[in-house]
Nanobody, 124 residues
Framework: QVQLVESGGGLVPAGGSLRLSCAAS????????MGWFRQAPGKEREFVAA??????SYAGSVKGRFTISRDNAQNTVYLQMNSLKSEDTAVYYC???????????????????WGQGTQVTVSS
C-alpha cells in the first residue's frame, strides 16, 4: 500500500500557474508509476498526466501546458500547471499504480492508491 497526500491547490486567475505536489509513503518510491487525475463537478474523473521510468504521458487538453515530474529522493511527484484555463477547475488527485513501473496508464482503473485530492479553481 502507498499513502498519498496532495498539496498546492488554490484559486488562481486564468493564465496563471500552480504547482501541485504529492508526497508518497509506504513503498519504495520510484518502483511504480504515478498519475494525476481530476474531477470537475458533475463529471467523471479524467486522466491528466502520468509518469513511469520510461517516460510521461499527458491528456491532449493539457499537453504543452502541464508538466509532470518526480523527485525520487523526496518521494514526491509534481504537476506544474501553466496557462491555466477555467476548464481546468477541478479536484486534482494523485494516484499510484504499484503494478506498473515503466509505461504509465491513463486509466484510473489501473491505479490502486489515491490521495484525498486538492481543489484547483481558475477564475476567468
Amino acid at each position: 500500500q502507498v499513502q498519498l497526500v496532495e498539496s498546492g491547490g488554490g484559486l488562481v486567475p486564468a493564465g496563471g500557474s500552480l504547482r501541485l505536489s504529492c508526497a508518497a509513503s509506504g513503498r519504495t518510491f520510484g518502483t511504480y508509476a504515478m498519475g494525476w487525475f481530476r474531477q470537475a463537478p458533475g463529471k467523471e474523473r479524467e486522466f491528466v498526466a502520468a509518469i513511469g521510468r520510461s517516460g510521461t504521458s499527458y491528456a491532449g487538453s493539457v499537453k504543452g501546458r502541464f508538466t509532470i515530474s518526480r523527485d525520487n529522493a523526496q518521494n514526491t511527484v509534481y504537476l506544474q500547471m501553466n496557462s491555466l484555463k477555467s476548464e481546468d477547475t477541478a479536484v486534482y488527485y494523485c494516484a499510484a499504480d504499484i503494478s506498473r513501473t515503466n509505461y504509465p496508464s491513463a486509466s484510473p482503473n489501473e491505479y490502486d492508491n489515491w490521495g484525498q485530492g486538492t481543489q484547483v479553481t481558475v477564475s476567468s
